[in-house]
């Protein structure tokens, strides 16, 4: 048997090297469009257990030691790098933006079809505020804390509209493409509300906000939307396909409300997110608001007090249900006895 050349071994060597390097560079990548989705990101907060990100365990400590580690371990993995999974966002409802965005949609897919699937839907725009991670039993205080919010953005706007010009068009990373807000007095208020939603929201104990400083943008299309482009060589947006769009006017969007939505729930039949709740912080296009939103509220704060008097109920039924607990077939008995004697009578 003959065993094969060096040259035939260093050949061999170095194609299980490229395999492995261009399998590094797409688990690299993949992370990077993971990271950069929006509104769906990776939360850094502060490490309350002051450990390293790769903690050193030495292998002949005690058994106390051990379990103290543990214990930390547990609660670096509650605080840091938790995955969000709700937001607070401001609807983009201008058709005129909306109608832009579409052009600029349709203008990149002409270059290239593939990316078509790529791109968000119309009904979903928005500008994110605050990212957060709320469990199922804590979005009811997620509610709370929403409406608690409402007299702070009254505050920071002292009765005056708040309205969001967008022009331009940029990536995070050629990943991810949004239209830009710009700049002009509007900023300093926007970045007040996201700060007072932040601190409201962490003062109820709901882990929010972004350890990266806030960048309002509306995000049209994302890569990571489409995993299998990448195994079909795109890897990134190409800026030929938006360079039209670099200084281009989409319009402005006058704020009148704020959701607290989920990423994870289904979305609603014209593509924006699941809505908890939302407040209302401006009359919309100067007047009253429409009935479809006002419905719309209502229902959802009638769901939300029939949701508390079901859990109220279940928590009540429970109790009086607990084995050795005799009160209820007691009282039955006596309602019975009350009628018969009725009845004799």
Same mark, same amino acid.
């Given at each position: 048997?003959?065993?094969?050349?060096?040259?035939?071994?260093?050949? /061999?060597?170095?194609? /299980?090297?490229?395999?492995?390097?261009?399998?590094?560079?797409?688990?690299?990548?993949?992370?990077?469009?993971?990271?950069?989705?929006?509104?769906?990101?990776?939360?850094?907060?502060?490490?309350?257990?002051?450990?390293?990100?790769?903690?050193?365990?030495?292998?002949?400590?005690?058994?106390? /030691?051990?379990?103290?580690?543990?214990?930390?371990?547990?609660?670096?993995?509650?605080?840091?790098?938790?995955?969000?999974?709700?937001?607070?966002?401001?609807?983009?409802?201008?058709?005129?933006?909306?109608?832009?965005?579409?052009?600029?949609?349709?203008?990149?897919?002409?270059?290239?079809?593939?990316?078509?699937?790529?791109?968000?839907?119309?009904?979903?725009?928005?500008?994110?505020?605050?990212?957060?991670?709320?469990?199922?039993?804590?979005?009811?205080?997620?509610?709370?804390?929403?409406?608690?919010?409402?007299?702070?953005?009254?505050?920071?706007?002292?009765?005056?509209?708040?309205?969001? !010009?967008?022009?331009?068009?940029?990536?995070?990373?050629?990943?991810?493409?949004?239209?830009?807000?710009?700049?002009?007095?509007?900023?300093?208020?926007?970045?007040?509300?996201?700060?007072?939603?932040?601190?409201?929201?962490?003062?109820?104990?709901?882990?929010?906000?972004?350890?990266?400083?806030?960048? !309002?943008?509306?995000?049209?299309?994302?890569?990571?939307?489409? !995993?299998?482009?990448?195994?079909?060589?795109?890897?990134?947006?190409? !800026?030929?396909?938006?360079?039209?769009?670099?200084?281009?006017?989409?319009g402005e969007e006058m704020v009148h409300r704020i959701d607290l939505c989920s990423m994870l729930k289904k979305k609603q039949s014209n593509g924006y997110?699941?809505?908890?709740?939302?407040?209302?912080?401006?009359?919309k296009n100067g007047g009253e608001p429409d009935d479809a939103e006002l419905v719309k509220l209502s229902k959802r704060l009638v769901e939300n007090a029939?949701?508390?008097?079901?859990?109220?109920?279940?928590?009540?039924?429970?109790?009086?249900?607990?084995?050795?607990?005799?009160?209820?077939?007691?009282?039955?008995?006596?309602?019975?006895?009350?009628?018969?004697?009725?009845?004799?009578?």
């Amino acid at each position: 048997m003959e065993r094969p050349g060096a040259e035939e071994v260093n050949s /061999n060597e170095c194609e /299980n090297m490229s395999r492995k390097k261009e399998k590094s560079e797409e688990c690299e990548a993949n992370t990077m469009d993971s990271l950069l989705e929006m509104p769906f990101a990776t939360i850094d907060t502060k490490d309350d257990c002051g450990l390293t990100d790769v903690p050193q365990i030495n292998l002949e400590r005690s058994e106390e /030691n051990e379990w103290i580690s543990k214990d930390q371990m547990k609660k670096k993995k509650k605080h840091k790098g938790y995955q969000a999974n709700y937001f607070l966002s401001i609807p983009i409802t201008n058709k005129e933006i909306t109608g832009r965005i579409k052009i600029l949609q349709n203008a990149i897919i002409q270059e290239d079809k593939r990316l078509a699937k790529a791109m968000s839907s119309v009904g979903s725009f928005h500008i994110t505020l605050l990212v957060m991670l709320l469990h199922e039993d804590e979005v009811n205080i997620g509610i709370d804390a929403l409406l608690e919010l409402k007299p702070f953005v009254e505050e920071i706007l002292q009765g005056k509209h708040l309205t969001l !010009p967008f022009q331009g068009v940029d990536t995070f990373g050629n990943h991810v493409g949004f239209v830009k807000l710009a700049e002009g007095d509007h900023m300093n208020p926007l970045l007040e509300i996201a700060e007072a939603a932040k601190r409201t929201f962490q003062a109820k104990g709901i882990l929010a906000g972004e350890s990266r400083s806030f960048k !309002p943008h509306l995000t049209f299309m994302k890569l990571s939307k489409v !995993p299998w482009l990448r195994k079909m060589g795109v890897k990134k947006i190409d !800026p030929k396909f938006y360079e039209k769009f670099i200084s281009h006017r989409f319009g402005e969007e006058m704020v009148h409300r704020i959701d607290l939505c989920s990423m994870l729930k289904k979305k609603q039949s014209n593509g924006y997110y699941h809505c908890e709740s939302s407040i209302v912080i401006g009359d919309k296009n100067g007047g009253e608001p429409d009935d479809a939103e006002l419905v719309k509220l209502s229902k959802r704060l009638v769901e939300n007090a029939v949701l508390k008097a079901v859990q109220q109920y279940l928590e009540e039924t429970q109790n009086k249900n607990k084995p050795g607990d005799g009160s209820s077939v007691k009282t039955e008995e006596a309602d019975r006895n009350g009628t018969d004697s009725d009845n004799r009578k």
